[in-house]
Structure formats: C-alpha cells, structure tokens
C-alpha cells in the first residue's frame, strides 16, 4: 500500500504502457449476449459503445457514468445514489442525450432498458487496465471533441491514484454529528498536502465529535480553538459543526491555520459547510508565527487541534514549539488533542516529537491506538491527549 507521505514524492502516472482497446465491428450495440442480462450479471467491456460507430454523445455519456460516485469517509459511495433521475442529475446527463443513449443500445442489446445503463456500467466490474485501455482508445478517436477529451483526461487520471487525481470533493459522515462535511480537493501536487483531506483528521473528528457535550466542553474552562495544519479543514470544520449543533458556536472562538498557499482552499470549505464568518482561517506558520500573533494578540488557546503534522525532520520540533507557545499557561485544564499516522518512515521523528514534549513539560493524559483509512487503503494511528505538567 503506498502512502504518498511515506515517499514524499509525486509517482507519476505513466499511462502510455495501456493496452490498445481491440475495436469491435459492431454498427450498433454489442448484442453477443442475445438481450440475456440478468440483474446480477456484471458488464464487460463490449458493453461499452463501440469507439468506431458509436456516436459523439453516446460516448460522453458512457464517460460520464463512469465518473466515480463522491468519496464518503475515503470510500466510494454506493449507497448515496438512488434514483435513475439522481444519477443523471449527478453525472450531468441530459433527457435528451439519455434517449439517444438509449436508442442507440437499443431493444435487443444487453444494456437495453435505461435502469441497467444507468447502474450497471459505473459498476466495478471493468478492470483498471481494461477502463484505461477504452479510455487512451477514445482519447485517440475523439482527438477533436473537447467535451470528451476533458471527460477522459478525467478519467484516465481518476484511475492513475490520487497522487495524480483531478481536483474532487469528498464527503464525510462524522460519528455523533448529524452534518455531512463536504470538502473540496484542489488536485494534489507534491508541496500542497494541506490539499488533501488525511485520513489521520478523520480519526481525530470522530473522537473528538464523539466525547462534545455540555460537560465536556465545561471541562475546558475557557472557549478558545486553535487548529494547526488544518488542511482542508476536517477537524476544525467537524468541532465547529458540533458546537453549532449544540448551540453554542457563537460563544467560541476558532481558528483554522496552516501556510499561506492552503488557506485559500480552507477557506473555501468553510463556506461550504456555513461556517463563513463563524470561524476564523489564517496563516500560522509554524516557522513563523509572528504575523498570526500580531493579527490576534491574545495568543494562548484553551484547545489544541492537530492531525497528522510529521513528514519531516523538522516536524517535531516545529510542532511542539507552536504547542508551547499557543497553549494556554494559566488555564490548566487546557488541552492539546493530537492525532499522528504511524507510518514506518517516520518512527523516528515520532520518537523526537514524544521526547521534546516531554522536555517542554507536557504529559500525556490519554492515549488510544486505532485503525483507519486513508486513499490507499488501512492506516494505523495513535491519538494523544496533552496537558501542561502542574509545578
Ligand atoms: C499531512 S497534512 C495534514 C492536513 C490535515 N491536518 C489533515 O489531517 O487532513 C500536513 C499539514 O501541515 C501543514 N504544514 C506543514 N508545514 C507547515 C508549517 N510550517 N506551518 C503551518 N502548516 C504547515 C501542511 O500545509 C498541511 O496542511
């Protein structure tokens, strides 16, 4: 399983290497199976229009039923999608290019009723490599029709990992939160992590929205939120969420940070999700982090958010600086909630960060190991909860 952190390096795609799509003489629909489909059966490639005699629109259309269903929770959405009119509506195809879809398969195809169109080809019974070799197949046919040159560039990148995705939004179902977060995803390039959602800021919503009540948040003793790193904005945008469902957002302060090329998007996800004007989101560099000091004065928060801020050697240090200097000293109940991927590459830098905090005198009052996903597939992860040492 390849976590891009774990390299620190873009893979490129290297789509040249597909097979060539062998062309079926086919004037109309495929019709090899005699119209005998039956709803379990899954679809083969020679469902899918013929390049050669297939017209433009019918191939548009297959393209975008093909495009994937939004993300929840770093998995593909099957549920979501019911209706043959939601999907259509989903994956932008007209009434009227749906007859045409239709009329073209015709009666006696495989495919001849709109509801196995529409739900049987986004299936995934169609192999990587079989979609990829269709898709340079159709790249090379339809060289002059923008609308599917577009279509296929996507989904040839689609299907080349995120690290070469197009830009996406994602949804997340929180435990314990009745909103669904939804957060855009600039394409990923290898200086923007902050671009896409980690599966470390999921981990740490659904802990953190889990244990939110009144008492909880009592537990604090004072209502200022600082998230570093926030990224796309997971964590910060859940926690805000939940003290809006609780009633009680407007009686805190939060702020969302991380460098100056991510804001811009964190931003974006704020609005998204109606928080705009109920959260604040600015520039915290960690390596310096004087003009968010000047910006705010006051500069001690009551809470802590952090997901998934070592990559580098430099990390620990940096991070536990800013630990240091924006968790409260006079409020001793303040706490700084940290989620950390354990990925093998960095088991060092984990070590440094566990023994600089140490050496700032914070103390860990809770620890939990757990398990979860990230684009590649299962992530371990621990979670710590921290608290100045009392003299
Ligand atoms: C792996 S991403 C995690 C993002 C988000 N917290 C999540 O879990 O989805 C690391 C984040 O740390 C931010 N970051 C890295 N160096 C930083 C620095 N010097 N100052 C502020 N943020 C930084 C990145 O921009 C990125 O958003």
């Known amino acids: 399983m390849f976590d891009p952190l774990d390299l620190y390096e873009v893979a490129e795609a290297n789509v040249e290497e597909t097979l060539t799509f062998v062309e079926s003489n086919s004037v ?12 379990d059966s899954p679809i083969d490639i020679l469902d899918l229009p013929s390049i050669r005699y297939a017209p433009e629109n019918v191939v548009l259309c297959v393209l975008r039923l093909l495009r994937p269903n939004t993300q929840v929770n770093f998995h593909a959405d099957t549920e979501g ?4 009119d939601s999907i259509r509506k989903q994956k932008e195809i007209s009434e009227n290019v749906m007859d045409e879809v239709i009329n073209w398969y015709g009666p006696n195809a495989r495919l001849n009723t709109v509801e196995k169109i529409f ?39 689609e299907n080349c990992g995120r690290n070469a995705m ?16 939804k957060l855009f995803e600039p394409s990923l390039t290898n200086d923007n992590l902050g671009w896409k959602t980690w599966g470390s800021s999921l981990i740490l ?21 600082l998230e570093l790193g926030s990224g796309t904005g997971l964590v910060g945008i859940s926690v805000a969420s939940k003290l809006e469902e609780i009633g009680v957002l407007d009686e805190y302060e939060i702020y969302l940070t991380d460098l100056p ?4 998007n ?10 705009a004007n109920r959260v604040v989101s600015d520039v915290l560099d960690w390596t310096n982090p004087e003009s968010f000091v000047s910006n705010y004065g006051d500069t001690r928060f009551d809470v802590l958010l952090i997901s998934d801020p070592i990559y580098s050697s430099k990390h620990p240090q940096w991070v536990v600086n800013m630990i240091d200097n924006f968790l409260s000293q006079d409020n ?39 398990k979860g996903f990230d684009d590649w597939g299962e992530v371990k992860y621990y979670y710590r909860e921290l608290k100045r040492k009392s003299d």
């Open 28 to 39: 109309g629909a495929p019709e090899y199976y005699e119209n005998k489909i039956d709803d």
């Open 261 to 264: 090329e991510i804001v811009t």
């Open 81 to 84: 999608v019911v209706s043959i």
């Open 205 to 225: 919503s659904n802990i953190l929205c889990d244990r939110i009540d009144e008492n909880f948040l009592k537990s604090f003793n004072g209502k200022r939120i």
């Open 166 to 181: 197009p830009s996406t939004y994602r949804e997340f179902q929180i435990n314990n939160l009745k909103k669904i977060v």
């Open 119 to 157: 739900t049987k080809i986004p299936s995934n019974s169609l192999s990587k490599d079989t979609l990829l070799s269709y898709y340079t197949s159709v790249l090379k046919h339809f060289t002059d029709n923008k609308d599917i040159v577009k279509e296929v560039t996507l989904r040839i990148s």
């Open 332 to 370: 001793h109940q303040a706490r700084c909630y940290l989620q950390i991927p354990i990925r093998d590459k960095f088991a060092n830098e984990r070590e440094n960060l566990k023994k600089l905090l140490v050496d700032k005198n914070f103390e860990v009052v809770k620890e939990m190991y757990s």
């Open 266 to 275: 964190l931003e974006k996800n704020i609005s998204i999700n109606q928080l």
